[in-house]
Structure formats: structure tokens, C-alpha cells
């Protein structure tokens, strides 16, 4: 596993599909100007997280002896949105790493046990994933924000 984060990372920094990536999400626009083929990237960036959600299900399935539609439901949904949002990949686009979402998993991997350890209601999981989320979420806005603010101020 850390194997394929290591070479996903270095994809994301160095070579040009990352490189477009991140520049398509900061602002299509410009990435379109700088000679991006914006739309053929966008279907490339959507063919290639088809492929490793195909991946991570065919390793989710192995591990599991009965397979149903909704294994996993919500929650491993809001487990994927909290660590990319806790690792501080902006959901806004063009930021973001993936030793970032790596870092991410880990803490909500680990505020996940602690809850558990302490005797949490299980379903009570599932808000504290929301509100750590929206809490990220309005930080990283503000965090924007202030940085316009700040761009605009030096003009």
C-alpha cells in the first residue's frame, strides 16, 4: 500500500498529468488558456478514478464472504471525504497531496477508534464524521477567503 501511494505521489508532482490535474483544478479557465485540452483531461481524470474505485472494490469484495449493493453505505463515504478534507486537499480544487489524504485517513482512522474505545454510540459515528467535515470545510473557506482578501489588500 505504501508502495502505491509513494508513485501516485510522485505522479501528482511530477509528471504532466498531475501537473495538469492540479492546474485544471485551480481554475479550468487558465489551464484551458496555458494549452490543456480541459475536457479530454477532465474525461482522463474521471476515466482514471473509475479504474481504482473498480480496485478498491475488487479488494473490499475479497475480504468480505457475502457481497450486498450497500456494503460499506455512508460510512466509508464519509470516511473518504473526511480524510481528504483533514489531509487538506480543498474541495474547491487545485490543492491538495496525496501523502496529504494519507495523513488524513490516519486521523480519522484513529478519532474512529478512540470514539469506539470510549463507547460511542455507533450511529452517533456517522455526525462526528459530518462535523469534522464541516468544520474542515469552513476552515478551508475562511482560509480562502482571507487569502483574497489579502491579494486584494497588496493591490
Given at each position: 500500500t505504501l508502495l502505491i501511494v509513494a508513485?501516485?505521489?510522485?505522479?501528482?508532482?511530477?509528471?504532466?498529468?498531475?501537473l495538469r490535474t492540479y492546474a485544471l483544478g485551480s481554475d479550468a479557465g487558465a489551464a484551458e488558456l496555458a494549452g490543456i485540452p480541459v475536457t479530454k483531461h477532465t474525461i482522463l481524470v474521471y476515466c482514471a478514478s473509475?479504474?481504482?474505485?473498480?480496485?478498491?472494490?475488487?479488494?473490499?469484495?475479497?475480504?468480505?464472504?457475502?457481497?450486498?449493493?450497500?456494503?460499506?453505505?455512508?460510512?466509508?463515504?464519509?470516511?473518504?471525504?473526511?480524510?481528504?478534507?483533514?489531509?487538506?486537499?480543498?474541495?474547491f480544487g487545485g490543492r491538495g497531496t496525496v501523502w496529504g489524504a494519507v495523513?488524513?485517513?490516519?486521523?480519522?482512522?484513529?478519532?474512529?477508534?478512540?470514539?469506539r474505545v470510549f463507547g460511542t454510540d455507533p450511529s452517533s459515528l456517522e455526525l462526528y464524521k459530518g462535523a469534522i467535515i464541516m468544520v474542515a470545510l469552513l476552515a478551508d473557506s475562511g482560509m480562502t477567503y482571507a487569502k483574497a482578501r489579502l491579494v486584494e489588500a497588496a493591490r
Open positions: 508513485v501516485a505521489a510522485i505522479l501528482m508532482r511530477h509528471s504532466r498529468f498531475g473509475s479504474i481504482f474505485v473498480f480496485l478498491t472494490a475488487v479488494i473490499m469484495i475479497s475480504r468480505v464472504p457475502v457481497v450486498t449493493p450497500n456494503i460499506g453505505g455512508t460510512s466509508l463515504l464519509l470516511d473518504a471525504i473526511a480524510a481528504a478534507v483533514l489531509g487538506g486537499t480543498s474541495i495523513v488524513g485517513a490516519l486521523i480519522v482512522s484513529l478519532l474512529t477508534t478512540a470514539l
